[in-house]
């Protein structure tokens, strides 16, 4: 199928775009770095169109549906999501060292989704919803939001030893200040809880109309929960003393574990009702 | 620090502790960290099933703690309950002061205030202190909001302000917890969930509970008139669908086809597709005509049970094929008639015609099987899920607001100078986003100082 061709055109289009970014870095060369974002927006083109496509072609095959229901989906669907939400930090703050921390998640999640079926199959009754999509895209760009900000948490963690110690070289020595990092880290999860909090409470929504239950602690349910919590701590963490900085960028971090034990590990690992993952 | 913290008396500490971010930081942490045991023991599950996966000393070590049923324990309730009074208590200590701040703002510049405030700019002017504070106040008003003007010692004070909102924004989301918080427990209390199977023709009014033995009324009853169950091509399933009416006083006052994702709503009672399944054996359609081709009707035959024709004997279905030889679907029944042996033979369902070949008085072809099936429905009435929806609203806007918007202040202080000119102050602050606001001082700046000109 053709949009399977384009995602695999786009996956190595996220290789290139991180290969480049992070050898802007190594290189210490601003050009290469510009190479790195035109490859990150022809990227985004060429994964929305193969998203347009993956949908087009499932009305093609008489089950058409949003192409965001099965791991494969959502796999490429994030992907999709962190290049956006990233491309937008980079045009906001103007700094492409953020990109080497970045773009290898989406990279290393469209090499995952590669190993997964990518065939069009037709939604089982339970997934047959208007709920899907306000749930799966606000989950989504929550998620998004939240590997670009653990990315740029790295940063501050490597940025703040050496600040600490008063030195700067190499690598570290051109990233961006602790103070604009710690910052950034911030603006990306208030991006990124009230998405994520929207997606727990349309999931709830669906789940009252689905089964008359909105709350029944289910792993996937209780792992959102816990991401909502360390990212809440976070939130609380930022404005005490002697918890923000190391600490709240070692939250950021922690949150986004959370988030990919949340979003894959459940599935992998744990049984539930999200059963995407077990087949 | 620490010598003073120990002479407050014990009321103020416990005040202390429970107002502190920290506690709320620790009480996320834990609530966090406990609740990924119950993801990895699963929940509520038959003891016999946790016999085989654990040791007898560590099944009695889990069932002591509650582990198998966590979320619902008294120590995880407690963690709530400690996580609600943190919350609140951090409400009352602060919400008064900053309903305080906001009632009543600094409207004047002072030197402390001047000193602490990031934005500021100063510059004089010739003229009279009177005429400039009218153009400031004016350029104020256009380029953020429209001042208060205060007059103290001769001085003149304009003070404006921007999304105080934002100063809300954490407690509405506080708030939007409790309500979450209340809506639950009202569903609990007035609300019940109970589960039911109802097979097709059949009406139940009344639900078991889950969880317990109760039985719960529901004031009607509901009938299942038919299930079915729809495949895509590939056979996987499509859609599961449930013919119910609603019964009351012995009439339908309401009739609709549930499927997943779109259940049935009667006086707050909701009924959900949930699950399905056969009901009682299959029976056979047989058909009877005579040798004429005069129709006798159609019989239902349960398996192995006989049943009478009229002047003919018996007729009895033993064995059914879903392929018989490559024929398809048929049926093997045994025929007998008094004072004969039994016959037995196979009716092709793709072939009603065949049985013309036995040159008996009777013809019979097999219709198929049909098997009485039943509906499973989630039956669930919960009087606080519209409260939890509105704390789920609260919720989203309160972070909007907490999150996305910034308390701005302007001040100008315009004072007569020893050299006769006016003295002008201009200084801002923002409760959050600086990077922001940074530009759109400069602009309110550059809008003050043109309406000088």
């Given at each position: 199928?053709?949009?399977?061709?384009?995602?695999?055109?786009?996956?190595?289009?996220?290789?290139?775009?991180?290969?480049?970014?992070?050898?802007?870095?190594?290189?210490k060369?601003?050009?290469?770095?510009?190479?790195?974002?035109?490859?990150?927006?022809?990227?985004?083109v060429?994964?929305?169109?193969?998203?347009?496509?993956?949908?087009?072609?499932?009305?093609?095959?008489?089950?058409?549906?949003?192409?965001v229901?099965n791991?494969?989906?959502?796999?490429?669907?994030?992907?999709?999501?962190?290049?956006?939400?990233?491309?937008?930090?980079?045009?906001?703050?103007?700094?492409?060292?953020?990109?080497?921390?970045?773009?290898?998640?989406?990279?290393?999640?469209?090499?995952?989704?590669?190993?997964?079926?990518?065939?069009?199959?037709?939604?089982?009754?339970?997934?047959?919803?208007?709920?899907?999509?306000a749930?799966?895209?606000?989950?989504?760009?929550?998620?998004a939001?939240?590997?670009?900000?653990?990315?740029?948490?790295?940063?501050?963690l490597?940025?703040?030893?050496?600040?600490?110690?008063?030195?700067?070289?190499?690598v570290?020595?051109?990233?961006?200040?602790?103070?604009?990092?710690?910052?950034?880290?911030?603006?990306t999860?208030?991006?990124?809880?009230?998405?994520?909090?929207?997606?727990?409470?349309?999931g709830?929504?669906?789940?009252?109309y689905?089964?008359g239950t909105?709350w029944?602690?289910?792993p996937?349910?209780?792992?959102?929960?816990?991401?909502?919590?360390?990212?809440?701590?976070?939130?609380?963490?930022?404005?005490?003393?002697?918890?923000?900085?190391?600490?709240?960028?070692?939250?950021?971090?922690?949150?986004?574990?959370?988030?990919?034990?949340?979003?894959?590990?459940?599935?992998?690992?744990?049984?539930?009702?999200?059963?995407?993952?077990?087949? | 620090?620490?010598?003073?913290?120990?002479?407050?008396?014990?009321?103020?500490?416990?005040?202390?502790?429970?107002?502190?971010?920290?506690?709320?930081?620790?009480?996320?942490?834990?609530?966090?960290?406990?609740?990924?045991?119950?993801?990895?023991?699963?929940?509520?599950?038959?003891?016999?099933?946790?016999?085989?996966?654990?040791?007898?000393?560590?099944?009695?070590?889990?069932?002591?703690?509650?582990l198998?049923?966590?979320?619902?324990?008294?120590?995880?309730?407690?963690?709530?309950?400690?996580?609600?009074?943190?919350?609140?208590?951090?409400?009352?200590?602060?919400?008064?002061?900053m309903?305080?701040?906001?009632?009543?703002?600094?409207?004047?510049?002072?030197?402390?205030?001047?000193k602490?405030?990031?934005?500021?700019?100063?510059?004089?002017?010739?003229?009279?202190?009177?005429?400039?504070?009218?153009?400031?106040?004016?350029?104020?008003?256009?380029?953020?909001?429209?001042?208060?003007?205060?007059?103290?010692?001769?001085?003149?004070?304009?003070?404006?302000?921007?999304?105080?909102a934002?100063?809300?924004?954490v407690?509405?989301?506080?708030?939007?917890?409790?309500?979450?918080f209340?809506?639950?427990?009202?569903g609990?209390v007035f609300?019940?969930?109970?589960?039911?199977?109802?097979?097709?023709?059949?009406?139940?009014?009344?639900?078991?509970?889950?969880?317990?033995?109760?039985?719960?009324?529901?004031?009607?009853?509901?009938r299942?008139?038919?299930?079915?169950l729809?495949t895509y091509?590939?056979?996987?399933p499509?859609?599961y669908?449930?013919?119910?009416?609603?019964?009351?006083?012995?009439?339908?006052?309401?009739?609709?086809?549930i499927?997943?994702?779109?259940?049935?709503q009667?006086?707050?009672?909701?009924?959900?597709q949930?699950?399905?399944?056969?009901?009682g054996?299959?029976?056979?359609?047989?058909?009877?005509?005579?040798?004429?081709?005069?129709p006798?009707?159609?019989?239902?035959?349960?398996?192995?049970?006989?049943?009478?024709i009229?002047?003919?004997?018996?007729?009895r279905?033993v064995?059914y094929?879903?392929?018989?030889?490559?024929?398809?679907?048929?049926?093997?029944?045994?025929?007998e008639?008094?004072?004969?042996?039994?016959?037995?033979?196979?009716?092709?369902?793709?072939?009603?015609?065949?049985?013309?070949?036995?040159?008996?008085?009777?013809?019979f072809?097999?219709?198929?099987?049909?098997?009485?099936?039943?509906t499973?429905l989630?039956?669930?009435?919960?009087?606080?899920?519209?409260?939890?929806?509105?704390?789920?609203?609260?919720?989203?806007?309160g972070?909007?607001?907490?999150f996305?918007?910034?308390?701005?202040?302007?001040?100008?202080?315009?004072?007569?100078?020893?050299?006769?000119?006016?003295?002008?102050?201009?200084?801002?602050?923002?409760?959050?986003?600086?990077?922001?606001?940074?530009?759109?001082?400069?602009?309110?700046?550059?809008?003050?100082?043109?309406?000088?000109?």
């Amino acid at each position: 199928m053709s949009n399977v061709i384009l995602f695999n055109l786009a996956t190595v289009l996220f290789g290139v775009a991180s290969g480049l970014y992070l050898g802007a870095l190594y290189a210490k060369n601003e050009k290469i770095a510009v190479a790195g974002t035109w490859t990150c927006v022809l990227a985004a083109v060429v994964s929305t169109a193969a998203l347009g496509l993956r949908w087009y072609e499932s009305y093609q095959m008489g089950i058409g549906r949003i192409p965001v229901t099965n791991l494969y989906e959502s796999l490429v669907f994030f992907a999709w999501a962190v290049n956006l939400f990233y491309l937008f930090v980079e045009r906001k703050y103007g700094s492409r060292t953020f990109g080497a921390f970045v773009m290898p998640i989406a990279f290393l999640t469209m090499v995952f989704a590669v190993y997964n079926d990518s065939s069009i199959q037709p939604l089982v009754p339970a997934l047959q919803s208007y709920w899907l999509h306000a749930h799966v895209i606000t989950c989504f760009i929550g998620y998004a939001a939240f590997a670009v900000s653990a990315g740029v948490a790295v940063m501050y963690l490597l940025k703040a030893r050496q600040e600490a110690a008063k030195v700067s070289m190499g690598v570290v020595g051109l990233l961006p200040g602790c103070k604009t990092l710690d910052d950034l880290v911030y603006r990306t999860i208030i991006w990124g809880f009230p998405f994520l909090t929207t997606g727990i409470i349309t999931g709830a929504a669906w789940a009252n109309y689905a089964w008359g239950t909105y709350w029944s602690w289910d792993p996937k349910e209780t792992w959102s929960l816990i991401v909502w919590l360390v990212y809440a701590a976070f939130l609380h963490a930022r404005i005490t003393r002697g918890w923000h900085g190391k600490r709240a960028a070692i939250l950021s971090i922690v949150g986004f574990l959370a988030t990919v034990m949340c979003y894959l590990g459940v599935n992998l690992v744990l049984s539930g009702l999200h059963s995407y993952g077990g087949g | 620090m620490v010598d003073e913290k120990r002479t407050l008396p014990p009321m103020d500490r416990v005040w202390n502790f429970f107002t502190s971010v920290k506690l709320a930081i620790i009480t996320l942490i834990v609530l966090a960290s406990t609740s990924i045991l119950g993801t990895i023991i699963e929940q509520n599950q038959p003891p016999e099933k946790y016999h085989q996966i654990y040791e007898d000393w560590a099944f009695a070590l889990l069932d002591r703690v509650n582990l198998f049923d966590m979320y619902h324990s008294t120590w995880f309730l407690l963690l709530l309950v400690l996580f609600t009074v943190n919350l609140s208590c951090c409400t009352i200590e602060r919400f008064p002061k900053m309903l305080k701040i906001v009632r009543n703002p600094r409207t004047k510049l002072d030197e402390n205030l001047e000193k602490t405030l990031s934005f500021s700019d100063r510059w004089k002017k010739k003229g009279a202190l009177s005429d400039w504070t009218a153009k400031y106040a004016g350029a104020v008003s256009s380029s953020f909001a429209k001042p208060k003007v205060t007059e103290e010692g001769g001085a003149v004070h304009l003070y404006a302000e921007a999304g105080v909102a934002s100063r809300f924004g954490v407690y509405v989301t506080h708030l939007s917890i409790v309500i979450i918080f209340i809506g639950a427990i009202v569903g609990n209390v007035f609300g019940f969930k109970g589960y039911v199977n109802i097979p097709e023709g059949e009406a139940v009014s009344q639900v078991p509970v889950r969880g317990g033995s109760r039985m719960q009324d529901l004031g009607f009853s509901v009938r299942c008139n038919a299930f079915s169950l729809e495949t895509y091509p590939s056979g996987q399933p499509k859609a599961y669908k449930s013919d119910l009416s609603v019964i009351e006083g012995g009439r339908e006052v309401a009739r609709k086809t549930i499927v997943v994702n779109d259940p049935l709503q009667h006086n707050g009672i909701w009924f959900y597709q949930s699950s399905y399944g056969q009901s009682g054996g299959a029976t056979a359609k047989v058909t009877v005509t005579r040798k004429d081709g005069t129709p006798m009707g159609t019989l239902s035959l349960a398996a192995n049970e006989s049943v009478p024709i009229a002047g003919y004997g018996t007729l009895r279905g033993v064995d059914y094929n879903q392929n018989f030889g490559g024929n398809g679907p048929a049926l093997q029944v045994v025929v007998e008639k008094p004072g004969q042996p039994s016959a037995s033979f196979w009716l092709f369902q793709g072939r009603p015609d065949l049985d013309r070949q036995r040159a008996d008085s009777l013809v019979f072809s097999f219709g198929g099987l049909s098997s009485k099936m039943f509906t499973g429905l989630q039956v669930a009435k919960d009087p606080g899920v519209n409260i939890v929806w509105l704390g789920c609203a609260l919720m989203v806007i309160g972070l909007l607001m907490a999150f996305f918007l910034s308390h701005q202040r302007v001040w100008v202080r315009l004072s007569p100078g020893t050299d006769g000119r006016v003295e002008v102050v201009l200084a801002a602050s923002a409760s959050r986003n600086r990077l922001a606001f940074e530009k759109k001082f400069e602009k309110i700046l550059t809008g003050v100082k043109a309406a000088g000109q």
